[in-house]
T-cell receptor
Framework: EAGVAQSPRYKIIEKRQSVAFWCNPISGHATLYWYQQILGQGPKLLIQ????????DSQLPKDRFSAERLKGVDSTLKIQPAKLEDSAVYLC????????????FGEGSRLTVL | SQQGEEDPQALSIQEGENATMNCSYKTSINNLQWYRQNSGRGLVHLIL?????REKHSGRLRVTLDTSKKSSSLLITASRAADTASYFCATVGNQFYFGTGTSLTVIP
């Protein structure tokens, strides 16, 4: 079974530029999460999707971050414009459904903002 | 805001010793999970304990949960160098929240 795929693995941009991350969850997984992990900290939930609907985006900085999950499969997370403090690893995770237990994580996309 | 707080923040032990890390949380949960993260990689699920369970075992892992104290512990017995990683608790209620993590170093 293929795992959660994320791209790009690494991205370096200058502040005020934009960036987009892509995630393809495990086939059949209805729930998809985006987490931000700053170096030395635990993952912080940015947004949770159930199929193509948003369940929770309370911690998403909506003035600069946006995310979508068209057709309830792939998802993209965009940052525009980026700030220095956005430097982090962006982790995508999926689960079979909302109450199914464990999350399956991708390898993450490491963003450096200069 | 993040739900769980782990302690210690960092732990260094000799191979063969046991490693214990603790997680405290603030609100009610459906279950609590532990994850492992190797440097530069994604998180991997280790074990899940439901709110009505007090203890659970999986291989060399033992997890306890005390809902009255809102705390959990993860014990790794007979540690190996390959156990070197960061360990996170995740509290699951309406949402999934991760703790701050414990960095474990097992010295060969």
């Amino acid at each position: 079974e293929a795992g959660v795929a994320q791209s790009p693995r690494y991205k370096i941009i200058e502040k005020r530029q934009s960036v987009a991350f892509w995630c393809n969850p495990i086939s059949g997984h209805a729930t998809l999460y985006w987490y931000q992990q700053i170096l030395g900290q635990g993952p912080k939930l940015l947004i949770q999707f159930q199929n193509n609907g948003v369940v929770d985006d309370s911690q998403l900085p909506k003035d600069r971050f946006s995310a979508e999950r068209l057709k309830g499969v792939d998802s993209t997370l965009k940052i525009q414009p980026a700030k220095l403090e956005d430097s982090a690893v962006y982790l995508c995770a999926s689960s079979l459904h909302r109450d199914s237990g464990e999350l399956f994580f991708g390898e993450g996309s490491r963003l450096t903002v200069l | 805001s993040q739900q769980g707080e782990e302690d210690p923040q960092a732990l260094s032990i000799q191979e063969g010793e046991n490693a214990t890390m603790n997680c405290s949380y603030k609100t009610s949960i459906n279950n609590l999970q532990w994850y492992r993260q190797n440097s530069g990689r994604g998180l991997v699920h280790l074990i899940l304990i439901r709110s009505n369970e007090r203890e659970k075992h999986s291989g060399r892992l033992r997890v306890t949960l005390d809902t009255s104290k809102k705390s959990s512990s993860l014990l790794i017995t007979a540690s190996r160098a390959a156990d070197t990683a960061s360990y996170f608790c995740a509290t699951v209620g309406n949402q999934f929240y991760f703790g701050t993590g414990t960095s474990l170093t097992v010295i060969p």
